[in-house]
T-cell receptor
Framework: QKEVEQNSGPLSVPEGAIASLNCTYS??????FFWYRQYSGKSPELIMF????GDKEDGRFTAQLNKASQYVSLLIRDSQPSDSATYLC??????????FGSGTRLSIRP | EAGVVQSPRYKIIEKKQPVAFWCNPI?????LYWYLQNLGQGPELLIR????????DSQLPKDRFSAERLKGVDSTLKIQPAELGDSAVYLC????????????????FGPGTRLTVT
């Protein structure tokens, strides 16, 4: 079983709609959760991190963490074409190791 | 604030040749990471440094890969000799020191070096 599972996509969402990206993880000892955005040919860019159960909002982005169910999600409201990218989920443990998923490709169609 | 700097950005070499990548982390970041990223995959950790100490190199293929972080700032990753399967993007990232609770801080990535081995 992979340590971080993401649907590879592509996930196609109409412009202006809410894009929902999901990620599950296998280690109950995970403490930190991150969402990175990666445009084609570019390096990953941190967009959200969350440590506690519940929701964390930053602009159009909301990260949701449910440790009991071992999943973390990212919602993007009012999706824009510039949001089209690959979104990488990652989790970190107390051992300071961060494990990345393979990413979900998101495409926002005009 | 300057981000993570890497060089070169692109490198094409023939198999069996050596190659080296350089990274300068964000000022004040004590933790430095080297990752390998293949197309369609997430970054995979090669080595992590806390200051000048390599604290996690379990995924580094030590028969051909080596790394150093003298003085706990800049770092160099070397491959010798390179193989066709080493073609990938090599990413350097840095983060502040661990929080008191020990959970890792968020990481900031450099632009990467795209290596092509022919």
């Amino acid at each position: 079983q992979k340590e971080v599972e993401q649907n590879s996509g592509p996930l196609s969402v109409p412009e202006g709609a809410i894009a929902s990206l999901n990620c599950t993880y296998s280690d109950r000892g995970s403490q930190s959760f991150f969402w990175y955005r990666q445009y084609s040919g570019k390096s990953p860019e941190l967009i959200m991190f969350i440590y506690s159960n519940g929701d964390k909002e930053d602009g159009r982005f909301t990260a949701q963490l449910n440790k009991a169910s071992q999943y973390v999600s990212l919602l993007i409201r009012d999706s824009q074409p510039s949001d089209s990218a690959t979104y990488l989920c990652a989790w970190g443990s107390s051992a300071s190791k961060i494990i990345f998923g393979s990413g979900t490709r998101l495409s926002i169609r005009p | 604030e300057a981000g993570v700097v890497q060089s070169p950005r692109y490198k094409i070499i023939e198999k069996k040749q050596p190659v080296a990548f350089w990274c300068n982390p964000i000022s004040g970041h004590n933790t430095l990471y080297w990752y390998l990223q293949n197309l369609g995959q997430g970054p995979e950790l090669l080595i992590r440094y806390e200051n000048e100490e390599a604290v996690d190199d379990s995924q580094l293929p030590k028969d051909r890969f080596s790394a150093e972080r003298l003085k706990g700032v800049d770092s160099t990753l070397k491959i010798q000799p390179a193989e066709l399967g080493d073609s990938a993007v090599y990413l350097c990232a840095s983060s502040p020191s661990l929080r008191l609770a020990g959970a890792p801080y968020e990481q900031y990535f450099g632009p990467g070096t795209r290596l092509t081995v022919t």
